[in-house]
């Protein structure tokens, strides 16, 4: 057994003239809860496809639990379940017969369906509304019916493609809840999301598509050290040689002299700040005002892909 | 396998909870046939022709035993004849007086004429000679015409429908009088010159005694042949009208002389025969309407994203596919049988002579539908455009094909384009079998062969559709 559950290779994919792929290579650990963050247009839907089985790479290779993936390999399909990023419930069918019906797509039956799917309708919290038509849900319970309909058949790797959008914090943190219990239980699951706070409590191992390529991936904090603190201190007049007294402080990476005051770059802002006001009190420096900017996963995000809007 | 029936089985379930799957392929055309039925279905009757129908209802029992060699049958076969002979008469043949009475107790005949046990007794009695040259005559003839209860003819009448039920008794009268004048011009006629008559004679011409009988028979032969020569336009022996006045016996036209067909057997009793017109043209036409019906399921699936599990399920495109087509067949199949079943029951339509050649039409148009509904599902993306585009293509083939108006209205080159359609195949086999007494199954099985070569046809388009779509 491979320790990676999923492996891209230079894995391409063209619609026409438009290339949504250009050799995403990237691999997912078994057990691993693994984010993947990009741009509208990144191609993240396009991969995830791919690893779903509904396209084809028109080059480089998947691997599936070690073995080769195309999409006619209907064995390997088994192993995914997809949370869509639009629902994909029958409204006019009831909770259960949604779950039922996915799973005896799966090939599941008798006793284990049953039980299955008391299981996660007691889990995402529709148990007593089982026999009600998915129609009469509201957004939350949709998707969250939508998640239960995608695990009914305990696949090792699970694609969720922006499974919070739209429901209420209730149902978000059930939905979180529910990921990290699956996740406990060894499920791999790949989780996509434009809410990057989302993204930076729920996977330790992120990786960042834009323009068709990963162009980072690694573990939240060494992305978080791609975007270092950023430390503003506001002062009517900066005195000769206090740019130099600051540059010498433990922990200051990088000192900028700005028209109301200096920046400091550091990787931890909590021990700079003691020396930071014994500096301006022996310096006889008054700052007006500090401001923190710390790392997070968005300022990480921007700096890679940018400011541009995307389409 | 198990897949194929998973996913037939939801789809079952959702149309069962559609309602406008049940109201278009059900209710609507039952609607329409019933609406058009009472309304303009007589137009719909392949087999009706303008002919003034005669209702007859024929008890005659026949000619007595010493009626001698003339007519040689009952006079009502010889009356009936009459009527069918006669150009834009019908003869319609009801079964008994029950029957009679109740159609006319209806409304929906004007008039039934009862020809009675005695008919031809006393149609053989008439003469225009009494006792004792002829024995027990009946002289039927009166100021108006002839006397109809002296021959042993009933007339039982719809009060309301007067008018009607008069032109069918002087149609009576005018025949009657064409059967009963020859017959008795010819009796009276034969009778001249022989020896009964010239004894008669010699009661007004005295020295008639005092010749011998040789030389009265030679005067009897005389008269007869002196008549024949003075009026040499007519056989007055001749019995029939065609002889009496020396024409030509018109074309016999047994076809139209029919039995009485129920046309109000069903729940509705109105014009059973329209509705063997009317109901298939409507099951075929609304048969087709399962495009909608496919086409907003395959929509929907887009439209709930439900595509998406389903194409990423462990299932092949031929499963998922077949999944999706066998409740549509099924739909059909139920739609076809019910909606024939529904025309028995309620609208009275008899099923013809072969009514288990139904089964194999019936089917072939559920699979001619079935194609194309998978080809529209195939095409259109939303349900929008199933609803837009699928009624427009069910109505222009339908119009095309003949379903919604009898074919043998259309131009000539008309008809033959309606044969491009799938309906126009299928109406071809209803219409031998519920119209033709002796349905020709040769047009049956390729009507069939057509239809599936229509519903492959449509099916190998749809999967390269949904092919070039992936």
Known sequence: MTPEILSAIDVRKRYGQATALQGVTLSVARGELFGLLGPNGAGKTTLLSIVSGLLDADGGQVLLDGKPFRRANLDLRRLVGIGTQDLAVYPDLTARENVYFFGKLYGLGGDILRQRAEELLTAVGLWDRANHRAGTFSGGMKRRLNLAVAVIHSPKLLLLDEPTTGVDPQSRNLIFEIVRKLNAEGMTVIYTSHYMEEVQALCPRIAIMDKGKVIACDTIGNLLKLRPNELRLRVEDVPPGFEEQLRTLAGVTAVQKMPDGVTLTTGSLGPLLPKLATLCATAGVTPTAFETNESTLERVFLHLTGNDLRD | ?470
């Open chain 2, 1 to 470: 396998m198990r897949p194929i029936l998973t996913l037939a089985g939801k789809d079952f379930r959702l149309m069962l909870r559609d309602p406008r799957a049940g109201v278009i392929l059900l209710l609507m055309p039952v609607l329409l046939v019933f609406i058009l039925g009472i309304t303009v279905g007589g137009a719909f009757d392949p087999n009706k022709k303008e002919q003034l129908r005669i209702s007859v209802l024929n008890l005659d029992a026949g000619l007595p035993p010493d009626a001698g060699p003339f007519p040689g049958r009952p006079w009502s076969e010889v009356l009936l004849e009459d009527f069918a002979n006669t150009a834009d008469i019908r003869v319609e043949l009801i079964p008994d007086r029950q029957r009679a009475e109740e159609l006319v107790r209806s409304g929906e005949r004007a008039v039934v004429i009862v020809l009675e046990p005695e008919f031809s007794s006393h149609l053989q009695r008439s003469s225009f000679v009494g006792e004792p040259l002829k024995k027990n005559p009946i002289n039927p003839l009166y100021r108006d015409g002839i006397q109809l209860s002296k021959l042993g003819v009933t007339v039982v009448r719809d009060p309301t429908q007067e008018v009607a039920a008069a032109v069918v008794e002087q149609v009576v009268q005018v025949a009657l009088m064409r059967v009963v004048i020859p017959w008795m011009i010819g009796q009276a006629f034969e009778m001249i010159g022989t020896p009964p008559f010239m004894d008669k004679m010699k009661n007004y011409v005295p020295s008639l005694h005092l010749l011998p009988g040789d030389l009265l028979k030679s005067i009897g032969d005389a008269m007869q042949k002196g008549i024949s020569g003075f009026f040499v336009d007519y056989d007055f022996r001749g019995k029939t009208w065609a002889k009496l006045t020396k024409s030509e016996p018109p074309p016999t036209k047994a076809a139209n002389t029919n039995a009485y067909r129920s046309d109000g057997s069903g729940a509705i009793r109105r014009g059973a025969v329209r509705y063997q017109a009317l109901v298939p043209s409507y099951t075929v036409t609304f048969a087709f309407f399962l495009v909608l019906v496919m086409g907003w399921l395959f929509a929907a699936e887009r439209r709930h994203g439900t595509i998406v599990r389903l194409n990423a399920a462990p299932i092949a495109r031929w499963q998922l596919l077949l999944g999706k087509l066998i409740p549509c067949f099924a739909v059909s199949l139920l739609q076809g049988f019910g909606l024939l079943i529904a025309g028995w029951l309620i609208f009275g339509m008899p099923l013809g002579t072969r009514p288990e050649l139904l089964i194999p039409v019936v089917i072939c148009t559920s699979l001619a539908a079935t194609g194309l509904a998978m080809l529209v599902a195939a095409v259109a993306k939303t349900e929008q455009q199933v609803s837009v585009n699928g009624t427009l293509l069910v109505m222009v083939l339908a119009g095309l094909s003949g379903s919604l108006m009898p074919r043998y209205l259309m131009p000539e080159e008309m008809r033959a384009l309606t044969r491009v359609t799938p309906h126009a195949w299928s109406l071809d086999a209803y219409a031998q079998l519920l119209t033709n007494p002796d349905p020709q199954t040769a047009i049956v099985w390729t009507a069939c062969a057509v239809l599936c070569g229509f519903g492959g046809i449509f099916l190998l388009i749809a999967w390269w559709r949904m092919s070039v779509e992936k």
